[in-house]
């Protein structure tokens, strides 16, 4: 990205167009030192270009100019998730690309930000904008001051039930007859995960815990599938980011959910925790614990600290 800035740039910025001239003393260098990718154009930057030609040609859909753009970039970072490679900033190592390692940077948040974010969401890629206002609207805030207000009611009126989140993915495949493994990325060829299906019962039909959430090994939770002998649906980021892996070990049928359904649902959730509510399986806020899968990094390596 530096080198395609400084080639701009010293087109651009010369003393007779710009009053400056911009020479080696002016240009942008790197930092901090990256080990070489295997290709040499493995960290060249792009330009896309898109055309409205699909807008005049007449879509069963009219599309904006900027949804269309939008469009554009959520497929470039499908193709980059899980496949491309990018520098891990914890072991300096080259590991696959994330979706939380990518940020696009808008001209004008009033007018993209939650376009973006919504196009982005429709195609199963997790996203979400930061701005410099409406601090306390966004979704995440709202979640976190509901729960308090809930943890903060003196009377203990108001019944919780706790929906683990990768059950409330895997509820996306409603009706499903496959094995259903949801898949959250957790870095370092870990996932939260487990294993779920739905069976058929005279009152309708039933969702089944089959491996309760935990957090492991892509490798270990594939071996689980394999052993089982069931055709497995894999859904959630995890299984984009590791597809390549989980076809190179995966020895049942599978076949890979729709991005639609790779993002948690609040109607999954709802109706999910409706039938924990009805079976009774809930508690007060007071009698609530959060279920950690795992240590923080923090604790990790403090841990690690105390054993060296």
């Known amino acids: 990205m530096l080198a395609f800035t400084n080639d701009i740039f010293y087109q651009i910025m010369k003393r ?7 020479t080696d003393e002016a240009a942008l260098y790197c930092g901090a030192d990256y080990p070489a990718g295997e ?13 409205t030609q699909e807008l005049e040609e007449g879509t069963k859909q009219q ?17 980059m998730v899980g496949k491309e490679e990018v520098v891990d900033e914890e072991t300096g190592e080259f590991r696959k690309v994330h979706y939380g390692d990518i940020v696009i940077l808008l001209r004008s ?75 959250m990325d957790a870095r370092r060829q870990q996932v939260y995960t487990g294993l779920y299906g739905f069976s058929s019962i005279e009152q309708g039909t039933e ?3 089959i491996e309760p959430q935990c957090a492991t090994g892509v490798e270990e939770i594939i071996k689980k599938i394999n052993e089982r002998g069931q055709q497995v649906v894999y859904l959630g980021d995890g299984a984009t980011v590791y597809e390549t892996l989980i076809k190179e070990q995966t020895k049942v049928p599978y076949v890979f959910a729709p991005a639609n359904c790779n993002r948690q649902s ?11 509510y009805e079976r009774g399986e809930y508690v007060t806020a007071a009698e609530h614990r959060p279920d950690y899968l795992r240590l923080s990094q923090a604790e990790r390596e403090r841990m690690e600290k105390m054993q060296k």
Request: glycine share 4%.
């Open 16 to 22: 007779n167009l710009g009053g400056v001239d911009y």
């Open 109 to 183: 948040l009033s007018e993209w930000a939650d376009l973006f974010a919504e196009v982005l969401n429709a195609n199963g890629i997790p996203a979400h904008t930061v701005s410099r206002t409406g601090y306390f609207s966004t979704l995440e805030i709202r979640t976190v001051l509901n729960y308090l207000r809930i943890l903060d009611n003196p009377r203990q009126d108001i019944p919780l039930a706790a929906v683990p989140t990768v059950d409330a993915l895997a509820y996306n495949l409603y009706g499903c007859e496959q094995l259903i493994c949801p898949m």
């Open 266 to 276: 609040a109607a999954a959730l709802a109706v999910l925790a409706k039938s924990y």
């Open 39 to 51: 290709k040499e154009d493995a960290f060249d930057s792009e330009i896309l270009l898109t055309t």
């Open 207 to 209: 969702f089944q815990v």
């Open 63 to 79: 599309i904006s100019k900027q949804e269309l753009e939008a469009k554009l970039i959520a497929d470039r970072i499908r193709k």
